[in-house]
T-cell receptor, first 112, second 113 residues
Framework: KAGVTQTPRYLIKTRGQQVTLSCSPI?????VSWYQQTPGQGLQFLFE???????NKGNFPGRFSGRQFSNSRSEMNVSTLELGDSALYLC???????????FGPGTRLTVT | GENVEQHPSTLSVQEGDSAVIKCTYS??????FPWYKQELGKRPQLIID?????GEKKDQRIAVTLNKTAKHFSLHITETQPEDSAVYFC????????????FGTGTRLTIIP
């Protein structure tokens, strides 16, 4: 089985712009979670989607949003980018009723 | 919400020796505790996990122990090898309300040949 894929892998944006990141889960996985990884804050949960519905949300401002499509692929969007949004954004997929999460390679976002 | 503390933040051990990383959690309702290994520039990979109804789990050179009463769990790596060098993250998950993984801050393990 192919693993979790994320596109793009690298992105450079300017403050004030917006960005959309994409995640394709492992085939058959219907839950997708997003995490932000920074050297200072570690891995922080952004949100989780299942069956096109957001089930859980972390403590991030409303500039961070996401969605999931009927094929379980997910996107996250960050609007009005700030320098502090520079991070590695990871998505992870899992089977329903399974705790095990499998991570994608991440998208490294740099905001200048 | 859940808070997971992880110690130490860095750990260096001689090749062949054992390494132990410890985590504590705050939410007594947490019931699943995975450990992830992240090599430089790579994705986190699940290496072992334990559920709250189990006290210890072993997989070859890796073991995890859980003390529910004290709310702490530990990763033990025996006979360390250079390829064990990586950042290790512990995490905690609770069911029934705001299910999500809360991660520790990571331990950078360096194996000295």
């Amino acid at each position: 089985k192919a693993g979790v894929t994320q596109t793009p892998r690298y992105l450079i944006k300017t403050r004030g712009q917006q960005v959309t990141l994409s995640c394709s889960p492992i085939s058959g996985h219907r839950s997708v979670s997003w995490y932000q990884q920074t050297p200072g804050q570690g891995l922080q949960f952004l949100f989780e989607y299942f069956s096109e519905t957001q089930r859980n949300k972390g403590n991030f401002p409303g500039r961070f949003s996401g969605r999931q499509f009927s094929n379980s692929r997910s996107e996250m969007n960050v609007s009005t980018l700030e320098l502090g949004d520079s991070a590695l954004y990871l998505c992870a997929s899992s089977l329903i009723h399974s705790y095990e999460q499998y991570f994608g390679p991440g998208t490294r976002l740099t905001v200048t | 919400g859940e808070n997971v503390e992880q110690h130490p933040s860095t750990l260096s051990v001689q090749e062949g020796d054992s390494a132990v990383i410890k985590c504590t959690y705050s939410d007594s309702a947490s019931n699943y505790f995975p450990w992830y290994k992240q090599e430089l520039g790579k994705r986190p990979q699940l290496i072992i996990d334990i559920r709250s109804n189990v006290g210890e789990k072993k997989d070859q050179r890796i073991a995890v122990t859980l003390n529910k009463t004290a709310k702490h769990f530990s990763l033990h790596i025996t006979e360390t090898q250079p390829e064990d060098s990586a950042v290790y993250f512990c995490a905690a998950w609770r069911d029934f309300g705001n299910e999500k993984l809360t991660f520790g801050t990571g331990t950078r393990l360096t194996i000295i040949p």
